[in-house]
């Protein structure tokens, strides 16, 4: 069994299906992004997280968004001190390994925006001094349907910082009367770390090996650029939706997320497959519909679905 297989196994342990989130989860670790997950209250996203961090290792921590937190309650903040008659730095819980950063749009645009920069630039600056997160640093944020009152939409420039948006649904019926027993039982086991720190660079270095021939390199620009200009490849039924395509970092993370979905198959070449399979969480939080697609319940999934369902594939 692989070193992916078995943390995924691990996860398992105390996590009931959710796979394409674990699988997500992973690959955004892997790339160093951050991932951005969406649904309601009590889908596991927390036990996902912690599970994940306990198998790799990791430190873990959780931040809940409030709309009165401050960006010194998750960056830290200079504190003084009496006894010495100096300040001392407290650091906040952004120094971690795994941050969860729960209802993330609960919290106003300041404390978004500076949790946002510590992502984008791996260090915080607390008074004079500048500390560099520890690696691997990854975030996953979670946030409530935007519909839910009190609530601040995160803007366009700030999603596009997140590798990945995933969509959590119910378990199945199957999956959800598997967690029921497993809780009122309490029977779960142990997750035993499988990697440490090290081996988890080296499957890095395994994964940006991975072989992407250069028709599937074209195929993946194709892709992107069809969410900017649908009239050049045919697709003038989806073109008043979108108002803005998929920014150039789309481009970017996909290069990265179909090598490492590549990986995870054990596989060291790349293929279309890999590239479907993770392009609606990559595109869906970059592309901006038009005031006419939302009033039609037009929504960005169908959008990547039409597009990858056109663009020939090679």
Request: include cysteine; charged fraction near 25%.
């Amino acid at each position: 069994m692989s070193k992916l297989n078995q943390i995924k196994a691990e996860v398992a342990k105390v996590v009931v299906g959710q796979e394409k989130m674990i699988d997500s989860l992973l690959i955004a670790l892997l790339c160093e992004g951050h991932i951005l997950i969406e649904g309601v209250p009590g889908l596991a996203k927390t036990t996902t997280v912690n599970a994940l961090a306990s198998a790799l290792g990791l430190n873990f921590k959780r931040a809940q968004f409030t709309p009165d937190l401050l960006p010194s309650d998750i960056l830290g903040a200079e504190i003084y001190d009496p006894q010495t008659n100096n300040f001392k730095i407290k650091k906040g819980p952004i120094f971690t390994n795994l941050l969860l950063a729960d209802e993330i749009n609960r919290a106003p645009a300041k404390v978004q925006s500076a949790l946002l920069e510590v992502m984008q630039e791996k260090q915080v600056t607390l008074g004079d001094n500048t500390f560099k997160i520890e690696t691997p640093f990854f975030v996953m944020a979670t946030q409530n349907p935007v519909e839910q009152e009190g609530v601040y939409q995160l803007p366009e420039a700030q999603l596009d910082r997140f590798m990945l948006k995933i969509v959590v649904d119910y378990n199945t019926k199957d999956e959800e009367l598997e967690i029921a027993r497993r809780i009122s039982s309490g029977n779960f086991e142990k997750i035993q770390p499988v990697v440490n720190k090290d081996e988890l660079e080296e499957i890095k270095k395994s994964i940006k090996a991975v072989h992407i021939d250069e028709e599937v390199e074209k195929y993946m620009i194709e892709l992107v650029n069809a969410t900017r200009n649908p009239n050049e490849y045919a697709l003038e039924s989806i073109s008043e939706y979108i108002q803005f395509g998929a920014s150039p970092r789309v481009s970017i993370d996909m290069f990265k997320a179909v090598k490492a979905m590549a990986y995870m198959r054990d596989k060291d070449f790349v293929t279309p497959v890999d590239v479907a399979y993770i392009a609606k969480e990559l595109m869906r939080h970059r592309i901006v519909l038009t005031y006419e697609a939302e009033a039609e319940g037009v929504t960005t999934d169908e959008i990547i679905q039409s597009v990858l369902e056109t663009v020939a594939i090679p």
